[in-house]
C-alpha cells in the first residue's frame, strides 16, 4: 500500500496526471446515467447498452487500478462518478431481497429447440415444485415427450404452438395471444388458484441478434413486445403473471410496453441479477417473470438444464388482503 501511495504528498503533479482516465470515467458515468437518450436508430445501440448495461460497471475497478497506477487524484475523484451511478442503478440488486412467504410458486424456461434430452429437461424443471410452468421453444416433435414427462407432476396443460403451460390446478379460457408472428409463440390462460383466479401469460418474443453489417437487429421483438404489452393492457382479471423468454431485459426500453405495466420478480424480490442466459455463462436476464396484483415474495435462477437457458423460479403471494 504504500508503494502504491507514496510520493503522493507534496506532488502537484497528481492533480495534472491521468486526464485521459478521468475522461474515460467521466463518460462511462454519462453513459451510465444517460443510456436512456442512445438512440436506437444505428443499430438499435441503445438496446443494445441497455442488454449488457450492469457489465459496464466492469470498467470502473480497472479505471481506479489504473488512476492509482498512475498517481492521478483527478482521476481517482472522476471515478466516484460512475461508481456513484452504477451503485443507484444496481447496488439493490446486490443485497437479497428474498422472502420465505409466497402461497404460489411459478416458473419457466426455454427448452432449446434443438435440447437433446427432452424428458431429462422436464423433470429437472418439475423436480423443483412450481405449481405453475412455462416452457418455450418446444418443436412439435417434442412436445409429446414433455407432455408425457410432466403428467404425472401437472394435472392441467395446454400447449399452444411453440409455448406451453403446465399446472396443478385448472386452466380455462387458454387462446393465442396475437404477438404479429404470423406463427404462435404466446398464450394466454386463467388458472384457479386456492387464493382465486390469475390470467397467466406465456410469451416467447423474437430472438435478436448483434450483426457487424446492421447492428443489434431487434424490430420483430420490438413489434412483438408492442404487441403483447397491448395484450396485457386489455386485460379483464387484476391478478396477472408474465412467463417467457422475451429476448430482452428490464432494461431494454423497446419492452417498455411490456415493463410499464407489470413488476419483476427479480428485481423486486431476488437475490442477484438472476442472469439467465446463455446457460454457461450467464450475462443477461432475458427470461422473465412479471407481475401485477400478486406479491413477488422471492425470485432465483433454477439448475441448468440441457438447455442455453436457465430456468428462473419465483415465488408470489396471491391473496395481497392481508
Known amino acids: ?7 503522493w504528498r507534496g506532488d502537484p503533479r497528481i492533480w495534472r496526471r491521468g486526464i485521459v482516465l478521468a475522461v474515460f470515467a467521466l463518460l ?5 446515467l444517460l443510456h436512456s437518450h442512445i438512440p436506437n436508430r444505428v443499430g438499435n445501440l441503445g438496446s443494445l447498452t441497455e442488454t449488457f448495461l ?76 412450481a405449481d405453475l410452468l412455462a416452457l418455450e421453444e418446444l418443436p412439435a ?3 409429446p415427450v414433455y407432455e408425457k414427462a410432466l403428467a404425472s407432476t401437472y394435472k392441467y396443460h395446454s400447449v399452444v404452438g411453440t409455448v406451453g403451460l403446465w399446472s396443478k390446478y385448472p386452466m380455462t379460457d387458454v387462446e393465442d395471444v396475437d404477438i404479429k408472428l404470423g406463427w404462435k409463440r404466446a398464450m394466454r390462460a386463467t388458472v384457479t388458484t386456492p387464493k382465486g383466479p390469475i390470467a397467466v401469460y406465456v410469451a416467447h418474443l423474437p430472438s435478436v441478434r448483434v450483426k457487424v453489417e446492421a447492428g443489434f437487429t431487434a424490430r420483430q421483438r420490438d413489434k412483438s413486445a408492442d404487441a403483447l404489452g397491448e ?22 426500453r423497446s419492452l417498455k410496453n411490456v415493463t410499464s405495466q407489470l413488476r419483476s ?58
Do not use: Y
Open 1 to 7: 500500500m504504500h508503494r502504491l501511495f507514496g510520493g
Open 231 to 252: 395484450a396485457i393492457a386489455h386485460e379483464t382479471l387484476q391478478r396477472v403473471v408474465l412467463l417467457g423468454d422475451l429476448n430482452g431485459t428490464m432494461n431494454d
Open 54 to 129: 450492469p457489465w459496464l460497471g466492469l470498467a470502473i475497478p480497472v479505471l481506479l487500478v489504473l488512476g492509482v497506477l498512475r498517481k492521478s487524484a483527478t482521476a481517482l475523484l472522476a471515478i466516484l462518478l460512475p461508481a456513484i451511478v452504477w451503485l443507484n442503478l444496481f447496488g439493490g440488486l446486490l443485497t437479497d431481497r428474498t422472502a420465505a412467504g409466497g402461497d404460489l410458486m411459478v416458473a419457466t424456461h426455454n427448452v432449446n429447440a434443438d435440447n437433446p434430452d427432452p424428458a431429462a429437461t422436464a423433470q429437472d424443471v418439475a423436480a423443483s415444485g
Open 141 to 143: 416433435s417434442a412436445a
Open 265 to 322: 420478480t427479480q428485481g423486486a424480490a431476488g437475490s442477484g441479477f438472476g442472469f439467465s442466459w446463455p446457460a454457461s455463462f450467464p450475462m443477461a436476464r432475458i427470461d422473465q417473470i412479471m407481475v401485477k396484483g400478486v406479491e413477488p415474495e422471492s425470485s432465483w435462477t433454477l439448475p441448468r438444464t440441457n438447455s442455453d437457458h436457465l430456468p428462473v423460479a419465483a415465488r408470489v403471494k396471491v391473496d395481497t388482503s392481508s
Open 28 to 32: 462511462l458515468a454519462l453513459v451510465l
